[in-house]
């Protein structure tokens, strides 16, 4: 198994990859690229819709740069997936990869000027000094600028991946600088594939969350083997079939809102409960469940606090986010049947319900619908209180 072998449906970015990593080689060696090895460069943007393996495909990149196969004096493929150079880098351990995720709202100056430290060192085995930023989208403009000066001036053996949803959400300066990689939406059927092959899931079961999920991987694989999720995500859809009663659209709205917050606090709670426990042992707590914390330590415990209800607002948005992706894919499945269009559903498991509205409504009703639930998004995005938003929409929606 190889480090390629997670990146579902992105042939043509493997592609690309592979031929740079075997420049990389070449590099590294003080040799002439092969013919065909091209493509090398210090700076990367892989851009793509959300689950689409942005993070995955530059983790399987920076493994590729690490290898140390045999066989790639025998014109084998960087990245086999069995040597100690991919298998530290996948699993984070690797000295000369570095993977920069935030669970914050927004990566700051202070960060980023201590990533940028640290890519200036030269790396520890002689190969590359790798940094993946997986929020990029995330960095305050002071940070951007911050990271601007390092990938104009950068560090010998230092390659910077880039991740972020699209292209507009990196700076001009920053994508002018950085080669780019565009991922796309995985087939459904390659989603379940994976499902089935690597985490064992009942092969209707796994087609059932590759087409509920739109192709996100992650979240195909949370409603997969979590039923709780599939319970929400069922709570959400109910919205459009109560849209016609003014009292039970609202109360849709505060469901819809519930659902999520439900599903981020299973996330977050999931993390914090871990975090805490390490914390309060690091700082010396008594033995057991609560046990009495030192002195001094209330600061250390109350930054952790802080941080962790940050983190929950993030991980709210996000999921109540997912929620509405879900809601306007709904809808795209009712503009689908309102034009006649042949072949499965998204949510094919709720035809009826789709057959349904798009029979009482019309299409342009259809896409003022699903022009509401994106206008959402954005109001969300710009930190407009989540069920106001969320009420808003569904008022919108019942008006067609």
């Not at 789709?354 to 710009?382: F, K, M, P, Y």
Request: aromatic share 2%.
């Amino acid at each position: 198994m190889s480090v390629w072998d997670d990146l579902v449906g992105q042939d043509q970015v493997v592609e690309q990859l592979v031929s740079a990593a075997r420049a990389a080689r070449a590099v590294v060696a003080g040799e002439t690229p092969a013919a065909g090895a091209t493509g090398m460069t210090h700076a990367w943007l892989f851009t793509g819709p959300p689950g689409s393996g942005m993070g995955a495909a530059a983790r399987a990149f920076a493994a590729a740069l690490q290898c140390t196969s045999p066989d790639l004096d025998l014109g084998g493929v960087p990245g086999c997936g069995f040597c100690e150079g991919c298998h530290t880098a996948l699993v984070g351990s690797h000295a000369d990869v570095e993977t920069v995720r935030t669970d914050m709202l927004s990566i700051g100056v202070k960060e980023t000027r201590e990533l940028v430290r640290n890519a200036s060192m030269s790396p520890a085995n002689g190969r590359w000094q790798v940094i993946i930023l997986e929020d990029s989208d995330r960095l305050t403009e002071g940070a951007a600028n911050v990271l601007l000066k390092a990938i104009e001036e950068p560090a010998p053996r230092t390659v910077w991946l880039l991740c972020a949803p699209s292209v507009e959400d990196a700076l001009p300066t920053i994508r002018s600088r950085c080669r780019l990689l565009v991922l796309r939406t995985p087939p459904a059927g390659a989603v379940a594939d994976v499902l089935v092959r690597r985490d064992g899931v009942e092969p209707q079961l796994a087609a059932f969350a590759a087409r509920a999920a739109h192709g996100h991987i992650d979240r195909a694989r949370r409603l997969a083997l979590d039923e709780s999720a599939r319970s929400r995500r069922a709570e959400v859809l109910r919205l459009p079939m109560v849209v016609g009663d003014l009292g039970k659209c609202l109360a849709g709205a505060q469901a819809l809102v519930d659902a999520a917050g439900a599903e981020a606090k299973q996330v977050a709670d999931e993390v914090d409960v871990k975090e805490t426990e390490e914390l309060r042992a690091a700082l010396g707590a008594a033995a057991g469940v609560g046990g009495r914390m030192p002195r001094g330590t209330a600061g250390a415990m109350k930054e952790l606090e802080d941080r962790q209800k940050r983190r929950a607002t993030r991980i709210q948005r996000d999921s109540l986010d997912l929620a509405l992706i879900d809601l306007a894919g709904f809808y795209r499945d009712v503009l689908s049947v309102q034009f006649g269009a042949a072949g499965e559903l998204a949510n094919e498991d709720l035809r009826a319900n789709v057959e349904r509205v798009a029979a009482q409504s019309s299409q342009e009703t259809t896409l003022r619908r699903i022009e509401a639930v994106l206008a959402c998004r954005d109001a969300i995005e710009r930190n407009v209180a989540p069920l106001l938003a969320v009420e808003a929409m569904a008022v919108t929606l019942r008006a067609g």
